[in-house]
T-cell receptor, first 112, second 113 residues
Framework: DAKTTQPPSMDCAEGRAANLPCNHSTISGNEYVYWYRQIHSQGPQYIIHGLKNNETNEMASLIITEDRKSSTLILPHATLRDTAVYYCIVRAGPQGGGKLIFGQGTELSVKP | DAGVTQSPTHLIKTRGQQVTLRCSPKSGHDTVSWYQQALGQGPQFIFQYYEEEERQRGNFPDRFSGHQFPNYSSELNVNALLLGDSALYLC????????????FGPGTRLTVL
């Protein structure tokens, strides 16, 4: 599985968009980008995943660059409840073999 | 629609003891994965169960074992507990032949004294 690089921490003002970057320069053609977040001492929460096209759901948008070497998770209107550690994970897609490899993630602090 | 559930929520054991943690997958899911999360670290993969068999295993000693039941629920057993086994233990469920996205439970906080 490809390795990902994320900034250790970011701040965002409440109501503004939070843009969380992730580098995955060694991603291979069959690997997806997954995003999870973990609010303190809770289980990780699935946010979104994508292969090469941009994806949007009720929680967030995922923008993947054309060369697929990096991506950005966008929370369009951050709230205080979005304060969490955000993990970017690259893994093979459906039937991809199971395990998620978590790095250190980005600690996002949303401030009033 | 019930999500992933885990029991107990918290557990305190002493060194050398054995512990069993339990997980019920999200409705419709047939695969269970277990992770260990030490304080300040990201979760680490322990193993995955599908069709009552261990399908994949991470870098954990044989003291860590598991089981999956016909109703897809799962147990994680840890023998000869060490202080370093203190962690949040997370269970995630998924559909093996589906999108394979893993959904996590709230975790069990294990403290070894």
């Amino acid at each position: 599985d490809a390795k990902t690089t994320q900034p250790p921490s970011m701040d965002c003002a409440e109501g503004r968009a939070a843009n969380l970057p992730c580098n995955h320069s060694t991603i291979s053609g069959n690997e997806y980008v997954y995003w999870y977040r973990q609010i303190h001492s809770q289980g990780p929460q699935y946010i979104i995943h994508g292969l090469k096209n941009n994806e949007t759901n009720e929680m967030a948008s995922l923008i993947i660059t054309e060369d697929r070497k990096s991506s950005t998770l966008i929370l369009p209107h951050a709230t205080l409840r979005d304060t969490a550690v955000y993990y970017c994970i690259v893994r093979a897609g459906p039937q991809g073999g199971g395990k998620l490899i978590f790095g250190q993630g980005t600690e996002l602090s949303v401030k009033p | 629609d019930a999500g992933v559930t885990q029991s107990p929520t918290h557990l305190i054991k002493t060194r050398g003891q054995q512990v069993t943690l339990r997980c019920s997958p999200k409705s419709g899911h047939d695969t269970v994965s277990w992770y260990q999360q030490a304080l300040g670290q990201g979760p680490q993969f322990i193993f995955q169960y599908y069709e009552e068999e261990e399908r994949q295993r991470g870098n954990f000693p044989d003291r860590f074992s598991g089981h999956q039941f016909p109703n897809y629920s799962s147990e994680l057993n840890v023998n000869a507990l060490l202080l370093g086994d203190s962690a949040l233990y997370l269970c995630a469920s998924s559909l093996f032949s589906g999108s394979d996205t893993q959904y996590f439970g709230p975790g069990t906080r294990l403290t070894v004294l």
